[in-house]
């Protein structure tokens, strides 16, 4: 049976995938793609994850398409709200019709002989092994494994007589209204549950480790409201954005150079959020830099709030063991529970765990240099949309998927069909792909491809420097060979 041909296979229907349609379609009017979608549904993230509270850690005006403005009132948006505006998106632009949802990638195998990739595929409803081809596989399938969080050994565990659940696995029926409950962790995801479990349970108990930096911002962002109320959508969106942007990348260039500064700023607000008598230093200030980790940002002070009405509370220590009535501490106290959520972290999953091969040889991740972020050394017509570490994660996919439209325009233009990054290892230093020590990136940091120390083998973190990098570089730039 002859195998489906496409120009591009989008692989994942969630923010990136549905951001690198729009780009294709516009950009590539005559190219024909296809989006596969393991699960049954598009939106990815804001699909996967139901616990309560699931929203953005980043502003919507730069976490939104730069080609569809955000139009709520609130620029902290909760998890439906962003699944809709992903949704709408796709209706709006007809390529919700070009997502094949239930079909898994497995592999994907390239012959320098036909310039085309062989994507093996299961079709996850049937099972079914099928088989498409493509000329250019685009990866918009996110950063860590979906069908697992992580979550670490914990001592006794099978003793608890309570319900474990991690919140990448919540479900409606977990049930906490008037329950003891303890959240295991002080990230994102922490910080996100515990003022939202604490309006119905009976208790909740923030248990960290180690502190986190939180700061607080109000859900509505007053200047762009108000700016669409006198300003074009358009507009109005585009000077909000860039408002975000600045702000953004200034605040992240004064913790690194004055982080000491920067600290006192985090533990300065969390003491004028909660008063006296709270000890902060303990509980909100960790012992590395700002932004060595991603901060945590609580929209209109509600962790302070849940905290200060003592529906909550954070207790900083180590887990001794689990007890059949909770959690035994190293310290000697016992914490009781009817519900443990350990929001514990992700699995980082580089390109979907996807078995590569080119021209017979199979591809190993550790052994590659990352290209621009986005494509790999010996891997032709391949890329990957991976977001920012410090900055919204759509800001580096749009300028992704603009630059790989660049790329196959030129490459029809100049009767090209190949296009593969080429590294000299001696020529370059060799660093880790994230400079970044939060617990998912360095449990996973051996299994991920490298960078280089110059451009264009350098990540950078910097969306104003990827503007000139992504938009207005030479193609033909000694690194990209060209067939």
């Not at 685009?138 to 319900?163: A, I, Q, V, W």
């Not at 979907?352 to 591809?363: A, C, H, P, W, Y």
């Not at 490459?411 to 590294?423: A, D, L, Y």
Request: proline content about 4%; hydrophobic content about 35%; aromatic content about 12%.
């Amino acid at each position: 049976m002859k195998q489906p041909y496409f120009d591009v296979i989008i692989v994942g229907a969630g923010l990136s995938g549905i951001g690198a349609a729009h780009h294709l379609q516009k950009n590539c009017p005559d190219r024909s793609f296809t989006i596969l979608e393991a699960r049954e549904a598009m939106g990815g993230t804001w699909d996967l994850f139901r616990y309560p509270g699931i929203r953005s850690d980043s502003d919507m005006y730069t976490l939104g398409y730069s080609f569809r403005p955000w139009k709520e009132a609130k620029a902290i948006a909760d998890g439906p709200a962003i699944l809709k505006y992903i949704k709408d998106t796709a209706k709006e632009g007809g390529f919700d019709q070009k997502i094949q949802y239930k079909h898994k990638v497995k592999a994907a195998t390239w012959s320098s002989v036909t310039q085309k990739w062989t994507v093996k595929i299961e079709r996850t409803d049937t099972q079914e092994m099928v088989q498409f081809c493509c000329n250019f596989l685009l990866m918009c399938s996110g950063y860590y494994d979906y069908d697992n969080g992580y979550t670490p050994h914990f001592e006794g565990r099978e003793r608890f007589k309570g319900r474990i659940v991690h919140p990448q696995k919540w479900t409606s029926d977990v049930e906490y209204t008037d329950k003891k409950v303890v959240v295991i962790g002080s990230g994102a995801t922490a910080v996100t549950l515990v003022p939202e479990l604490a309006q119905k349970a009976q208790k909740v108990t923030m248990l960290q480790r180690s502190p986190t930096y939180i700061t607080s911002a109000p859900s509505k962002d007053a200047i762009a409201n108000g700016l669409r109320r006198v300003l074009p959508s358009k507009v109005a969106y585009t000077i909000s954005r860039w408002k975000n942007i600045l702000l953004g990348m200034a605040f992240f260039k004064l913790a690194r150079s004055k982080p000491n500064f920067v600290r006192k700023l985090f533990v300065k607000n969390a003491k004028k959020e909660l008063g006296e008598g709270f000890e902060v230093e303990k509980h909100f200030k960790p012992k590395y830099n700002p932004w060595d980790q991603r901060v945590c940002l609580v929209p209109d002070s509600d962790l302070f709030e849940s905290l200060k009405s003592g529906k909550a509370e954070i207790v900083t220590d180590h887990i001794e063991t689990f007890t059949e009535k909770g959690i035994q501490l190293k310290s000697g106290q016992e914490l009781e529970a009817d519900l443990i959520v350990t929001a514990t972290g992700l699995n980082m999953k580089i390109i979907s765990g996807i078995q590569l091969e080119v021209d017979g040889k199979l591809i190993n991740a550790p052994d590659l240099y990352c290209y621009r972020g986005m494509m790999f050394s010996d891997v032709p017509n391949f890329a990957m949309v991976f977001g920012y570490t410090n900055a919204s994660w759509t800001l580096k996919a749009d300028l992704t998927c603009e630059y790989v439209c660049r790329l196959l325009n030129y490459m029809k233009k100049t009767g090209r069909k190949q296009v593969t990054p080429r590294v000299d290892a001696s020529t370059i230093t060799e660093i880790p792909l994230l400079d970044f020590n939060s617990g998912y990136v360095l449990r996973a940091l051996d299994t991920l491809p490298k960078q280089g120390s110059e451009t264009p083998w350098r990540v950078h973190q910097n969306y104003v420097k990827d503007i000139f990098n992504f938009r207005h570089s030479k193609l033909e730039d000694e690194v990209l060979e060209f067939e």
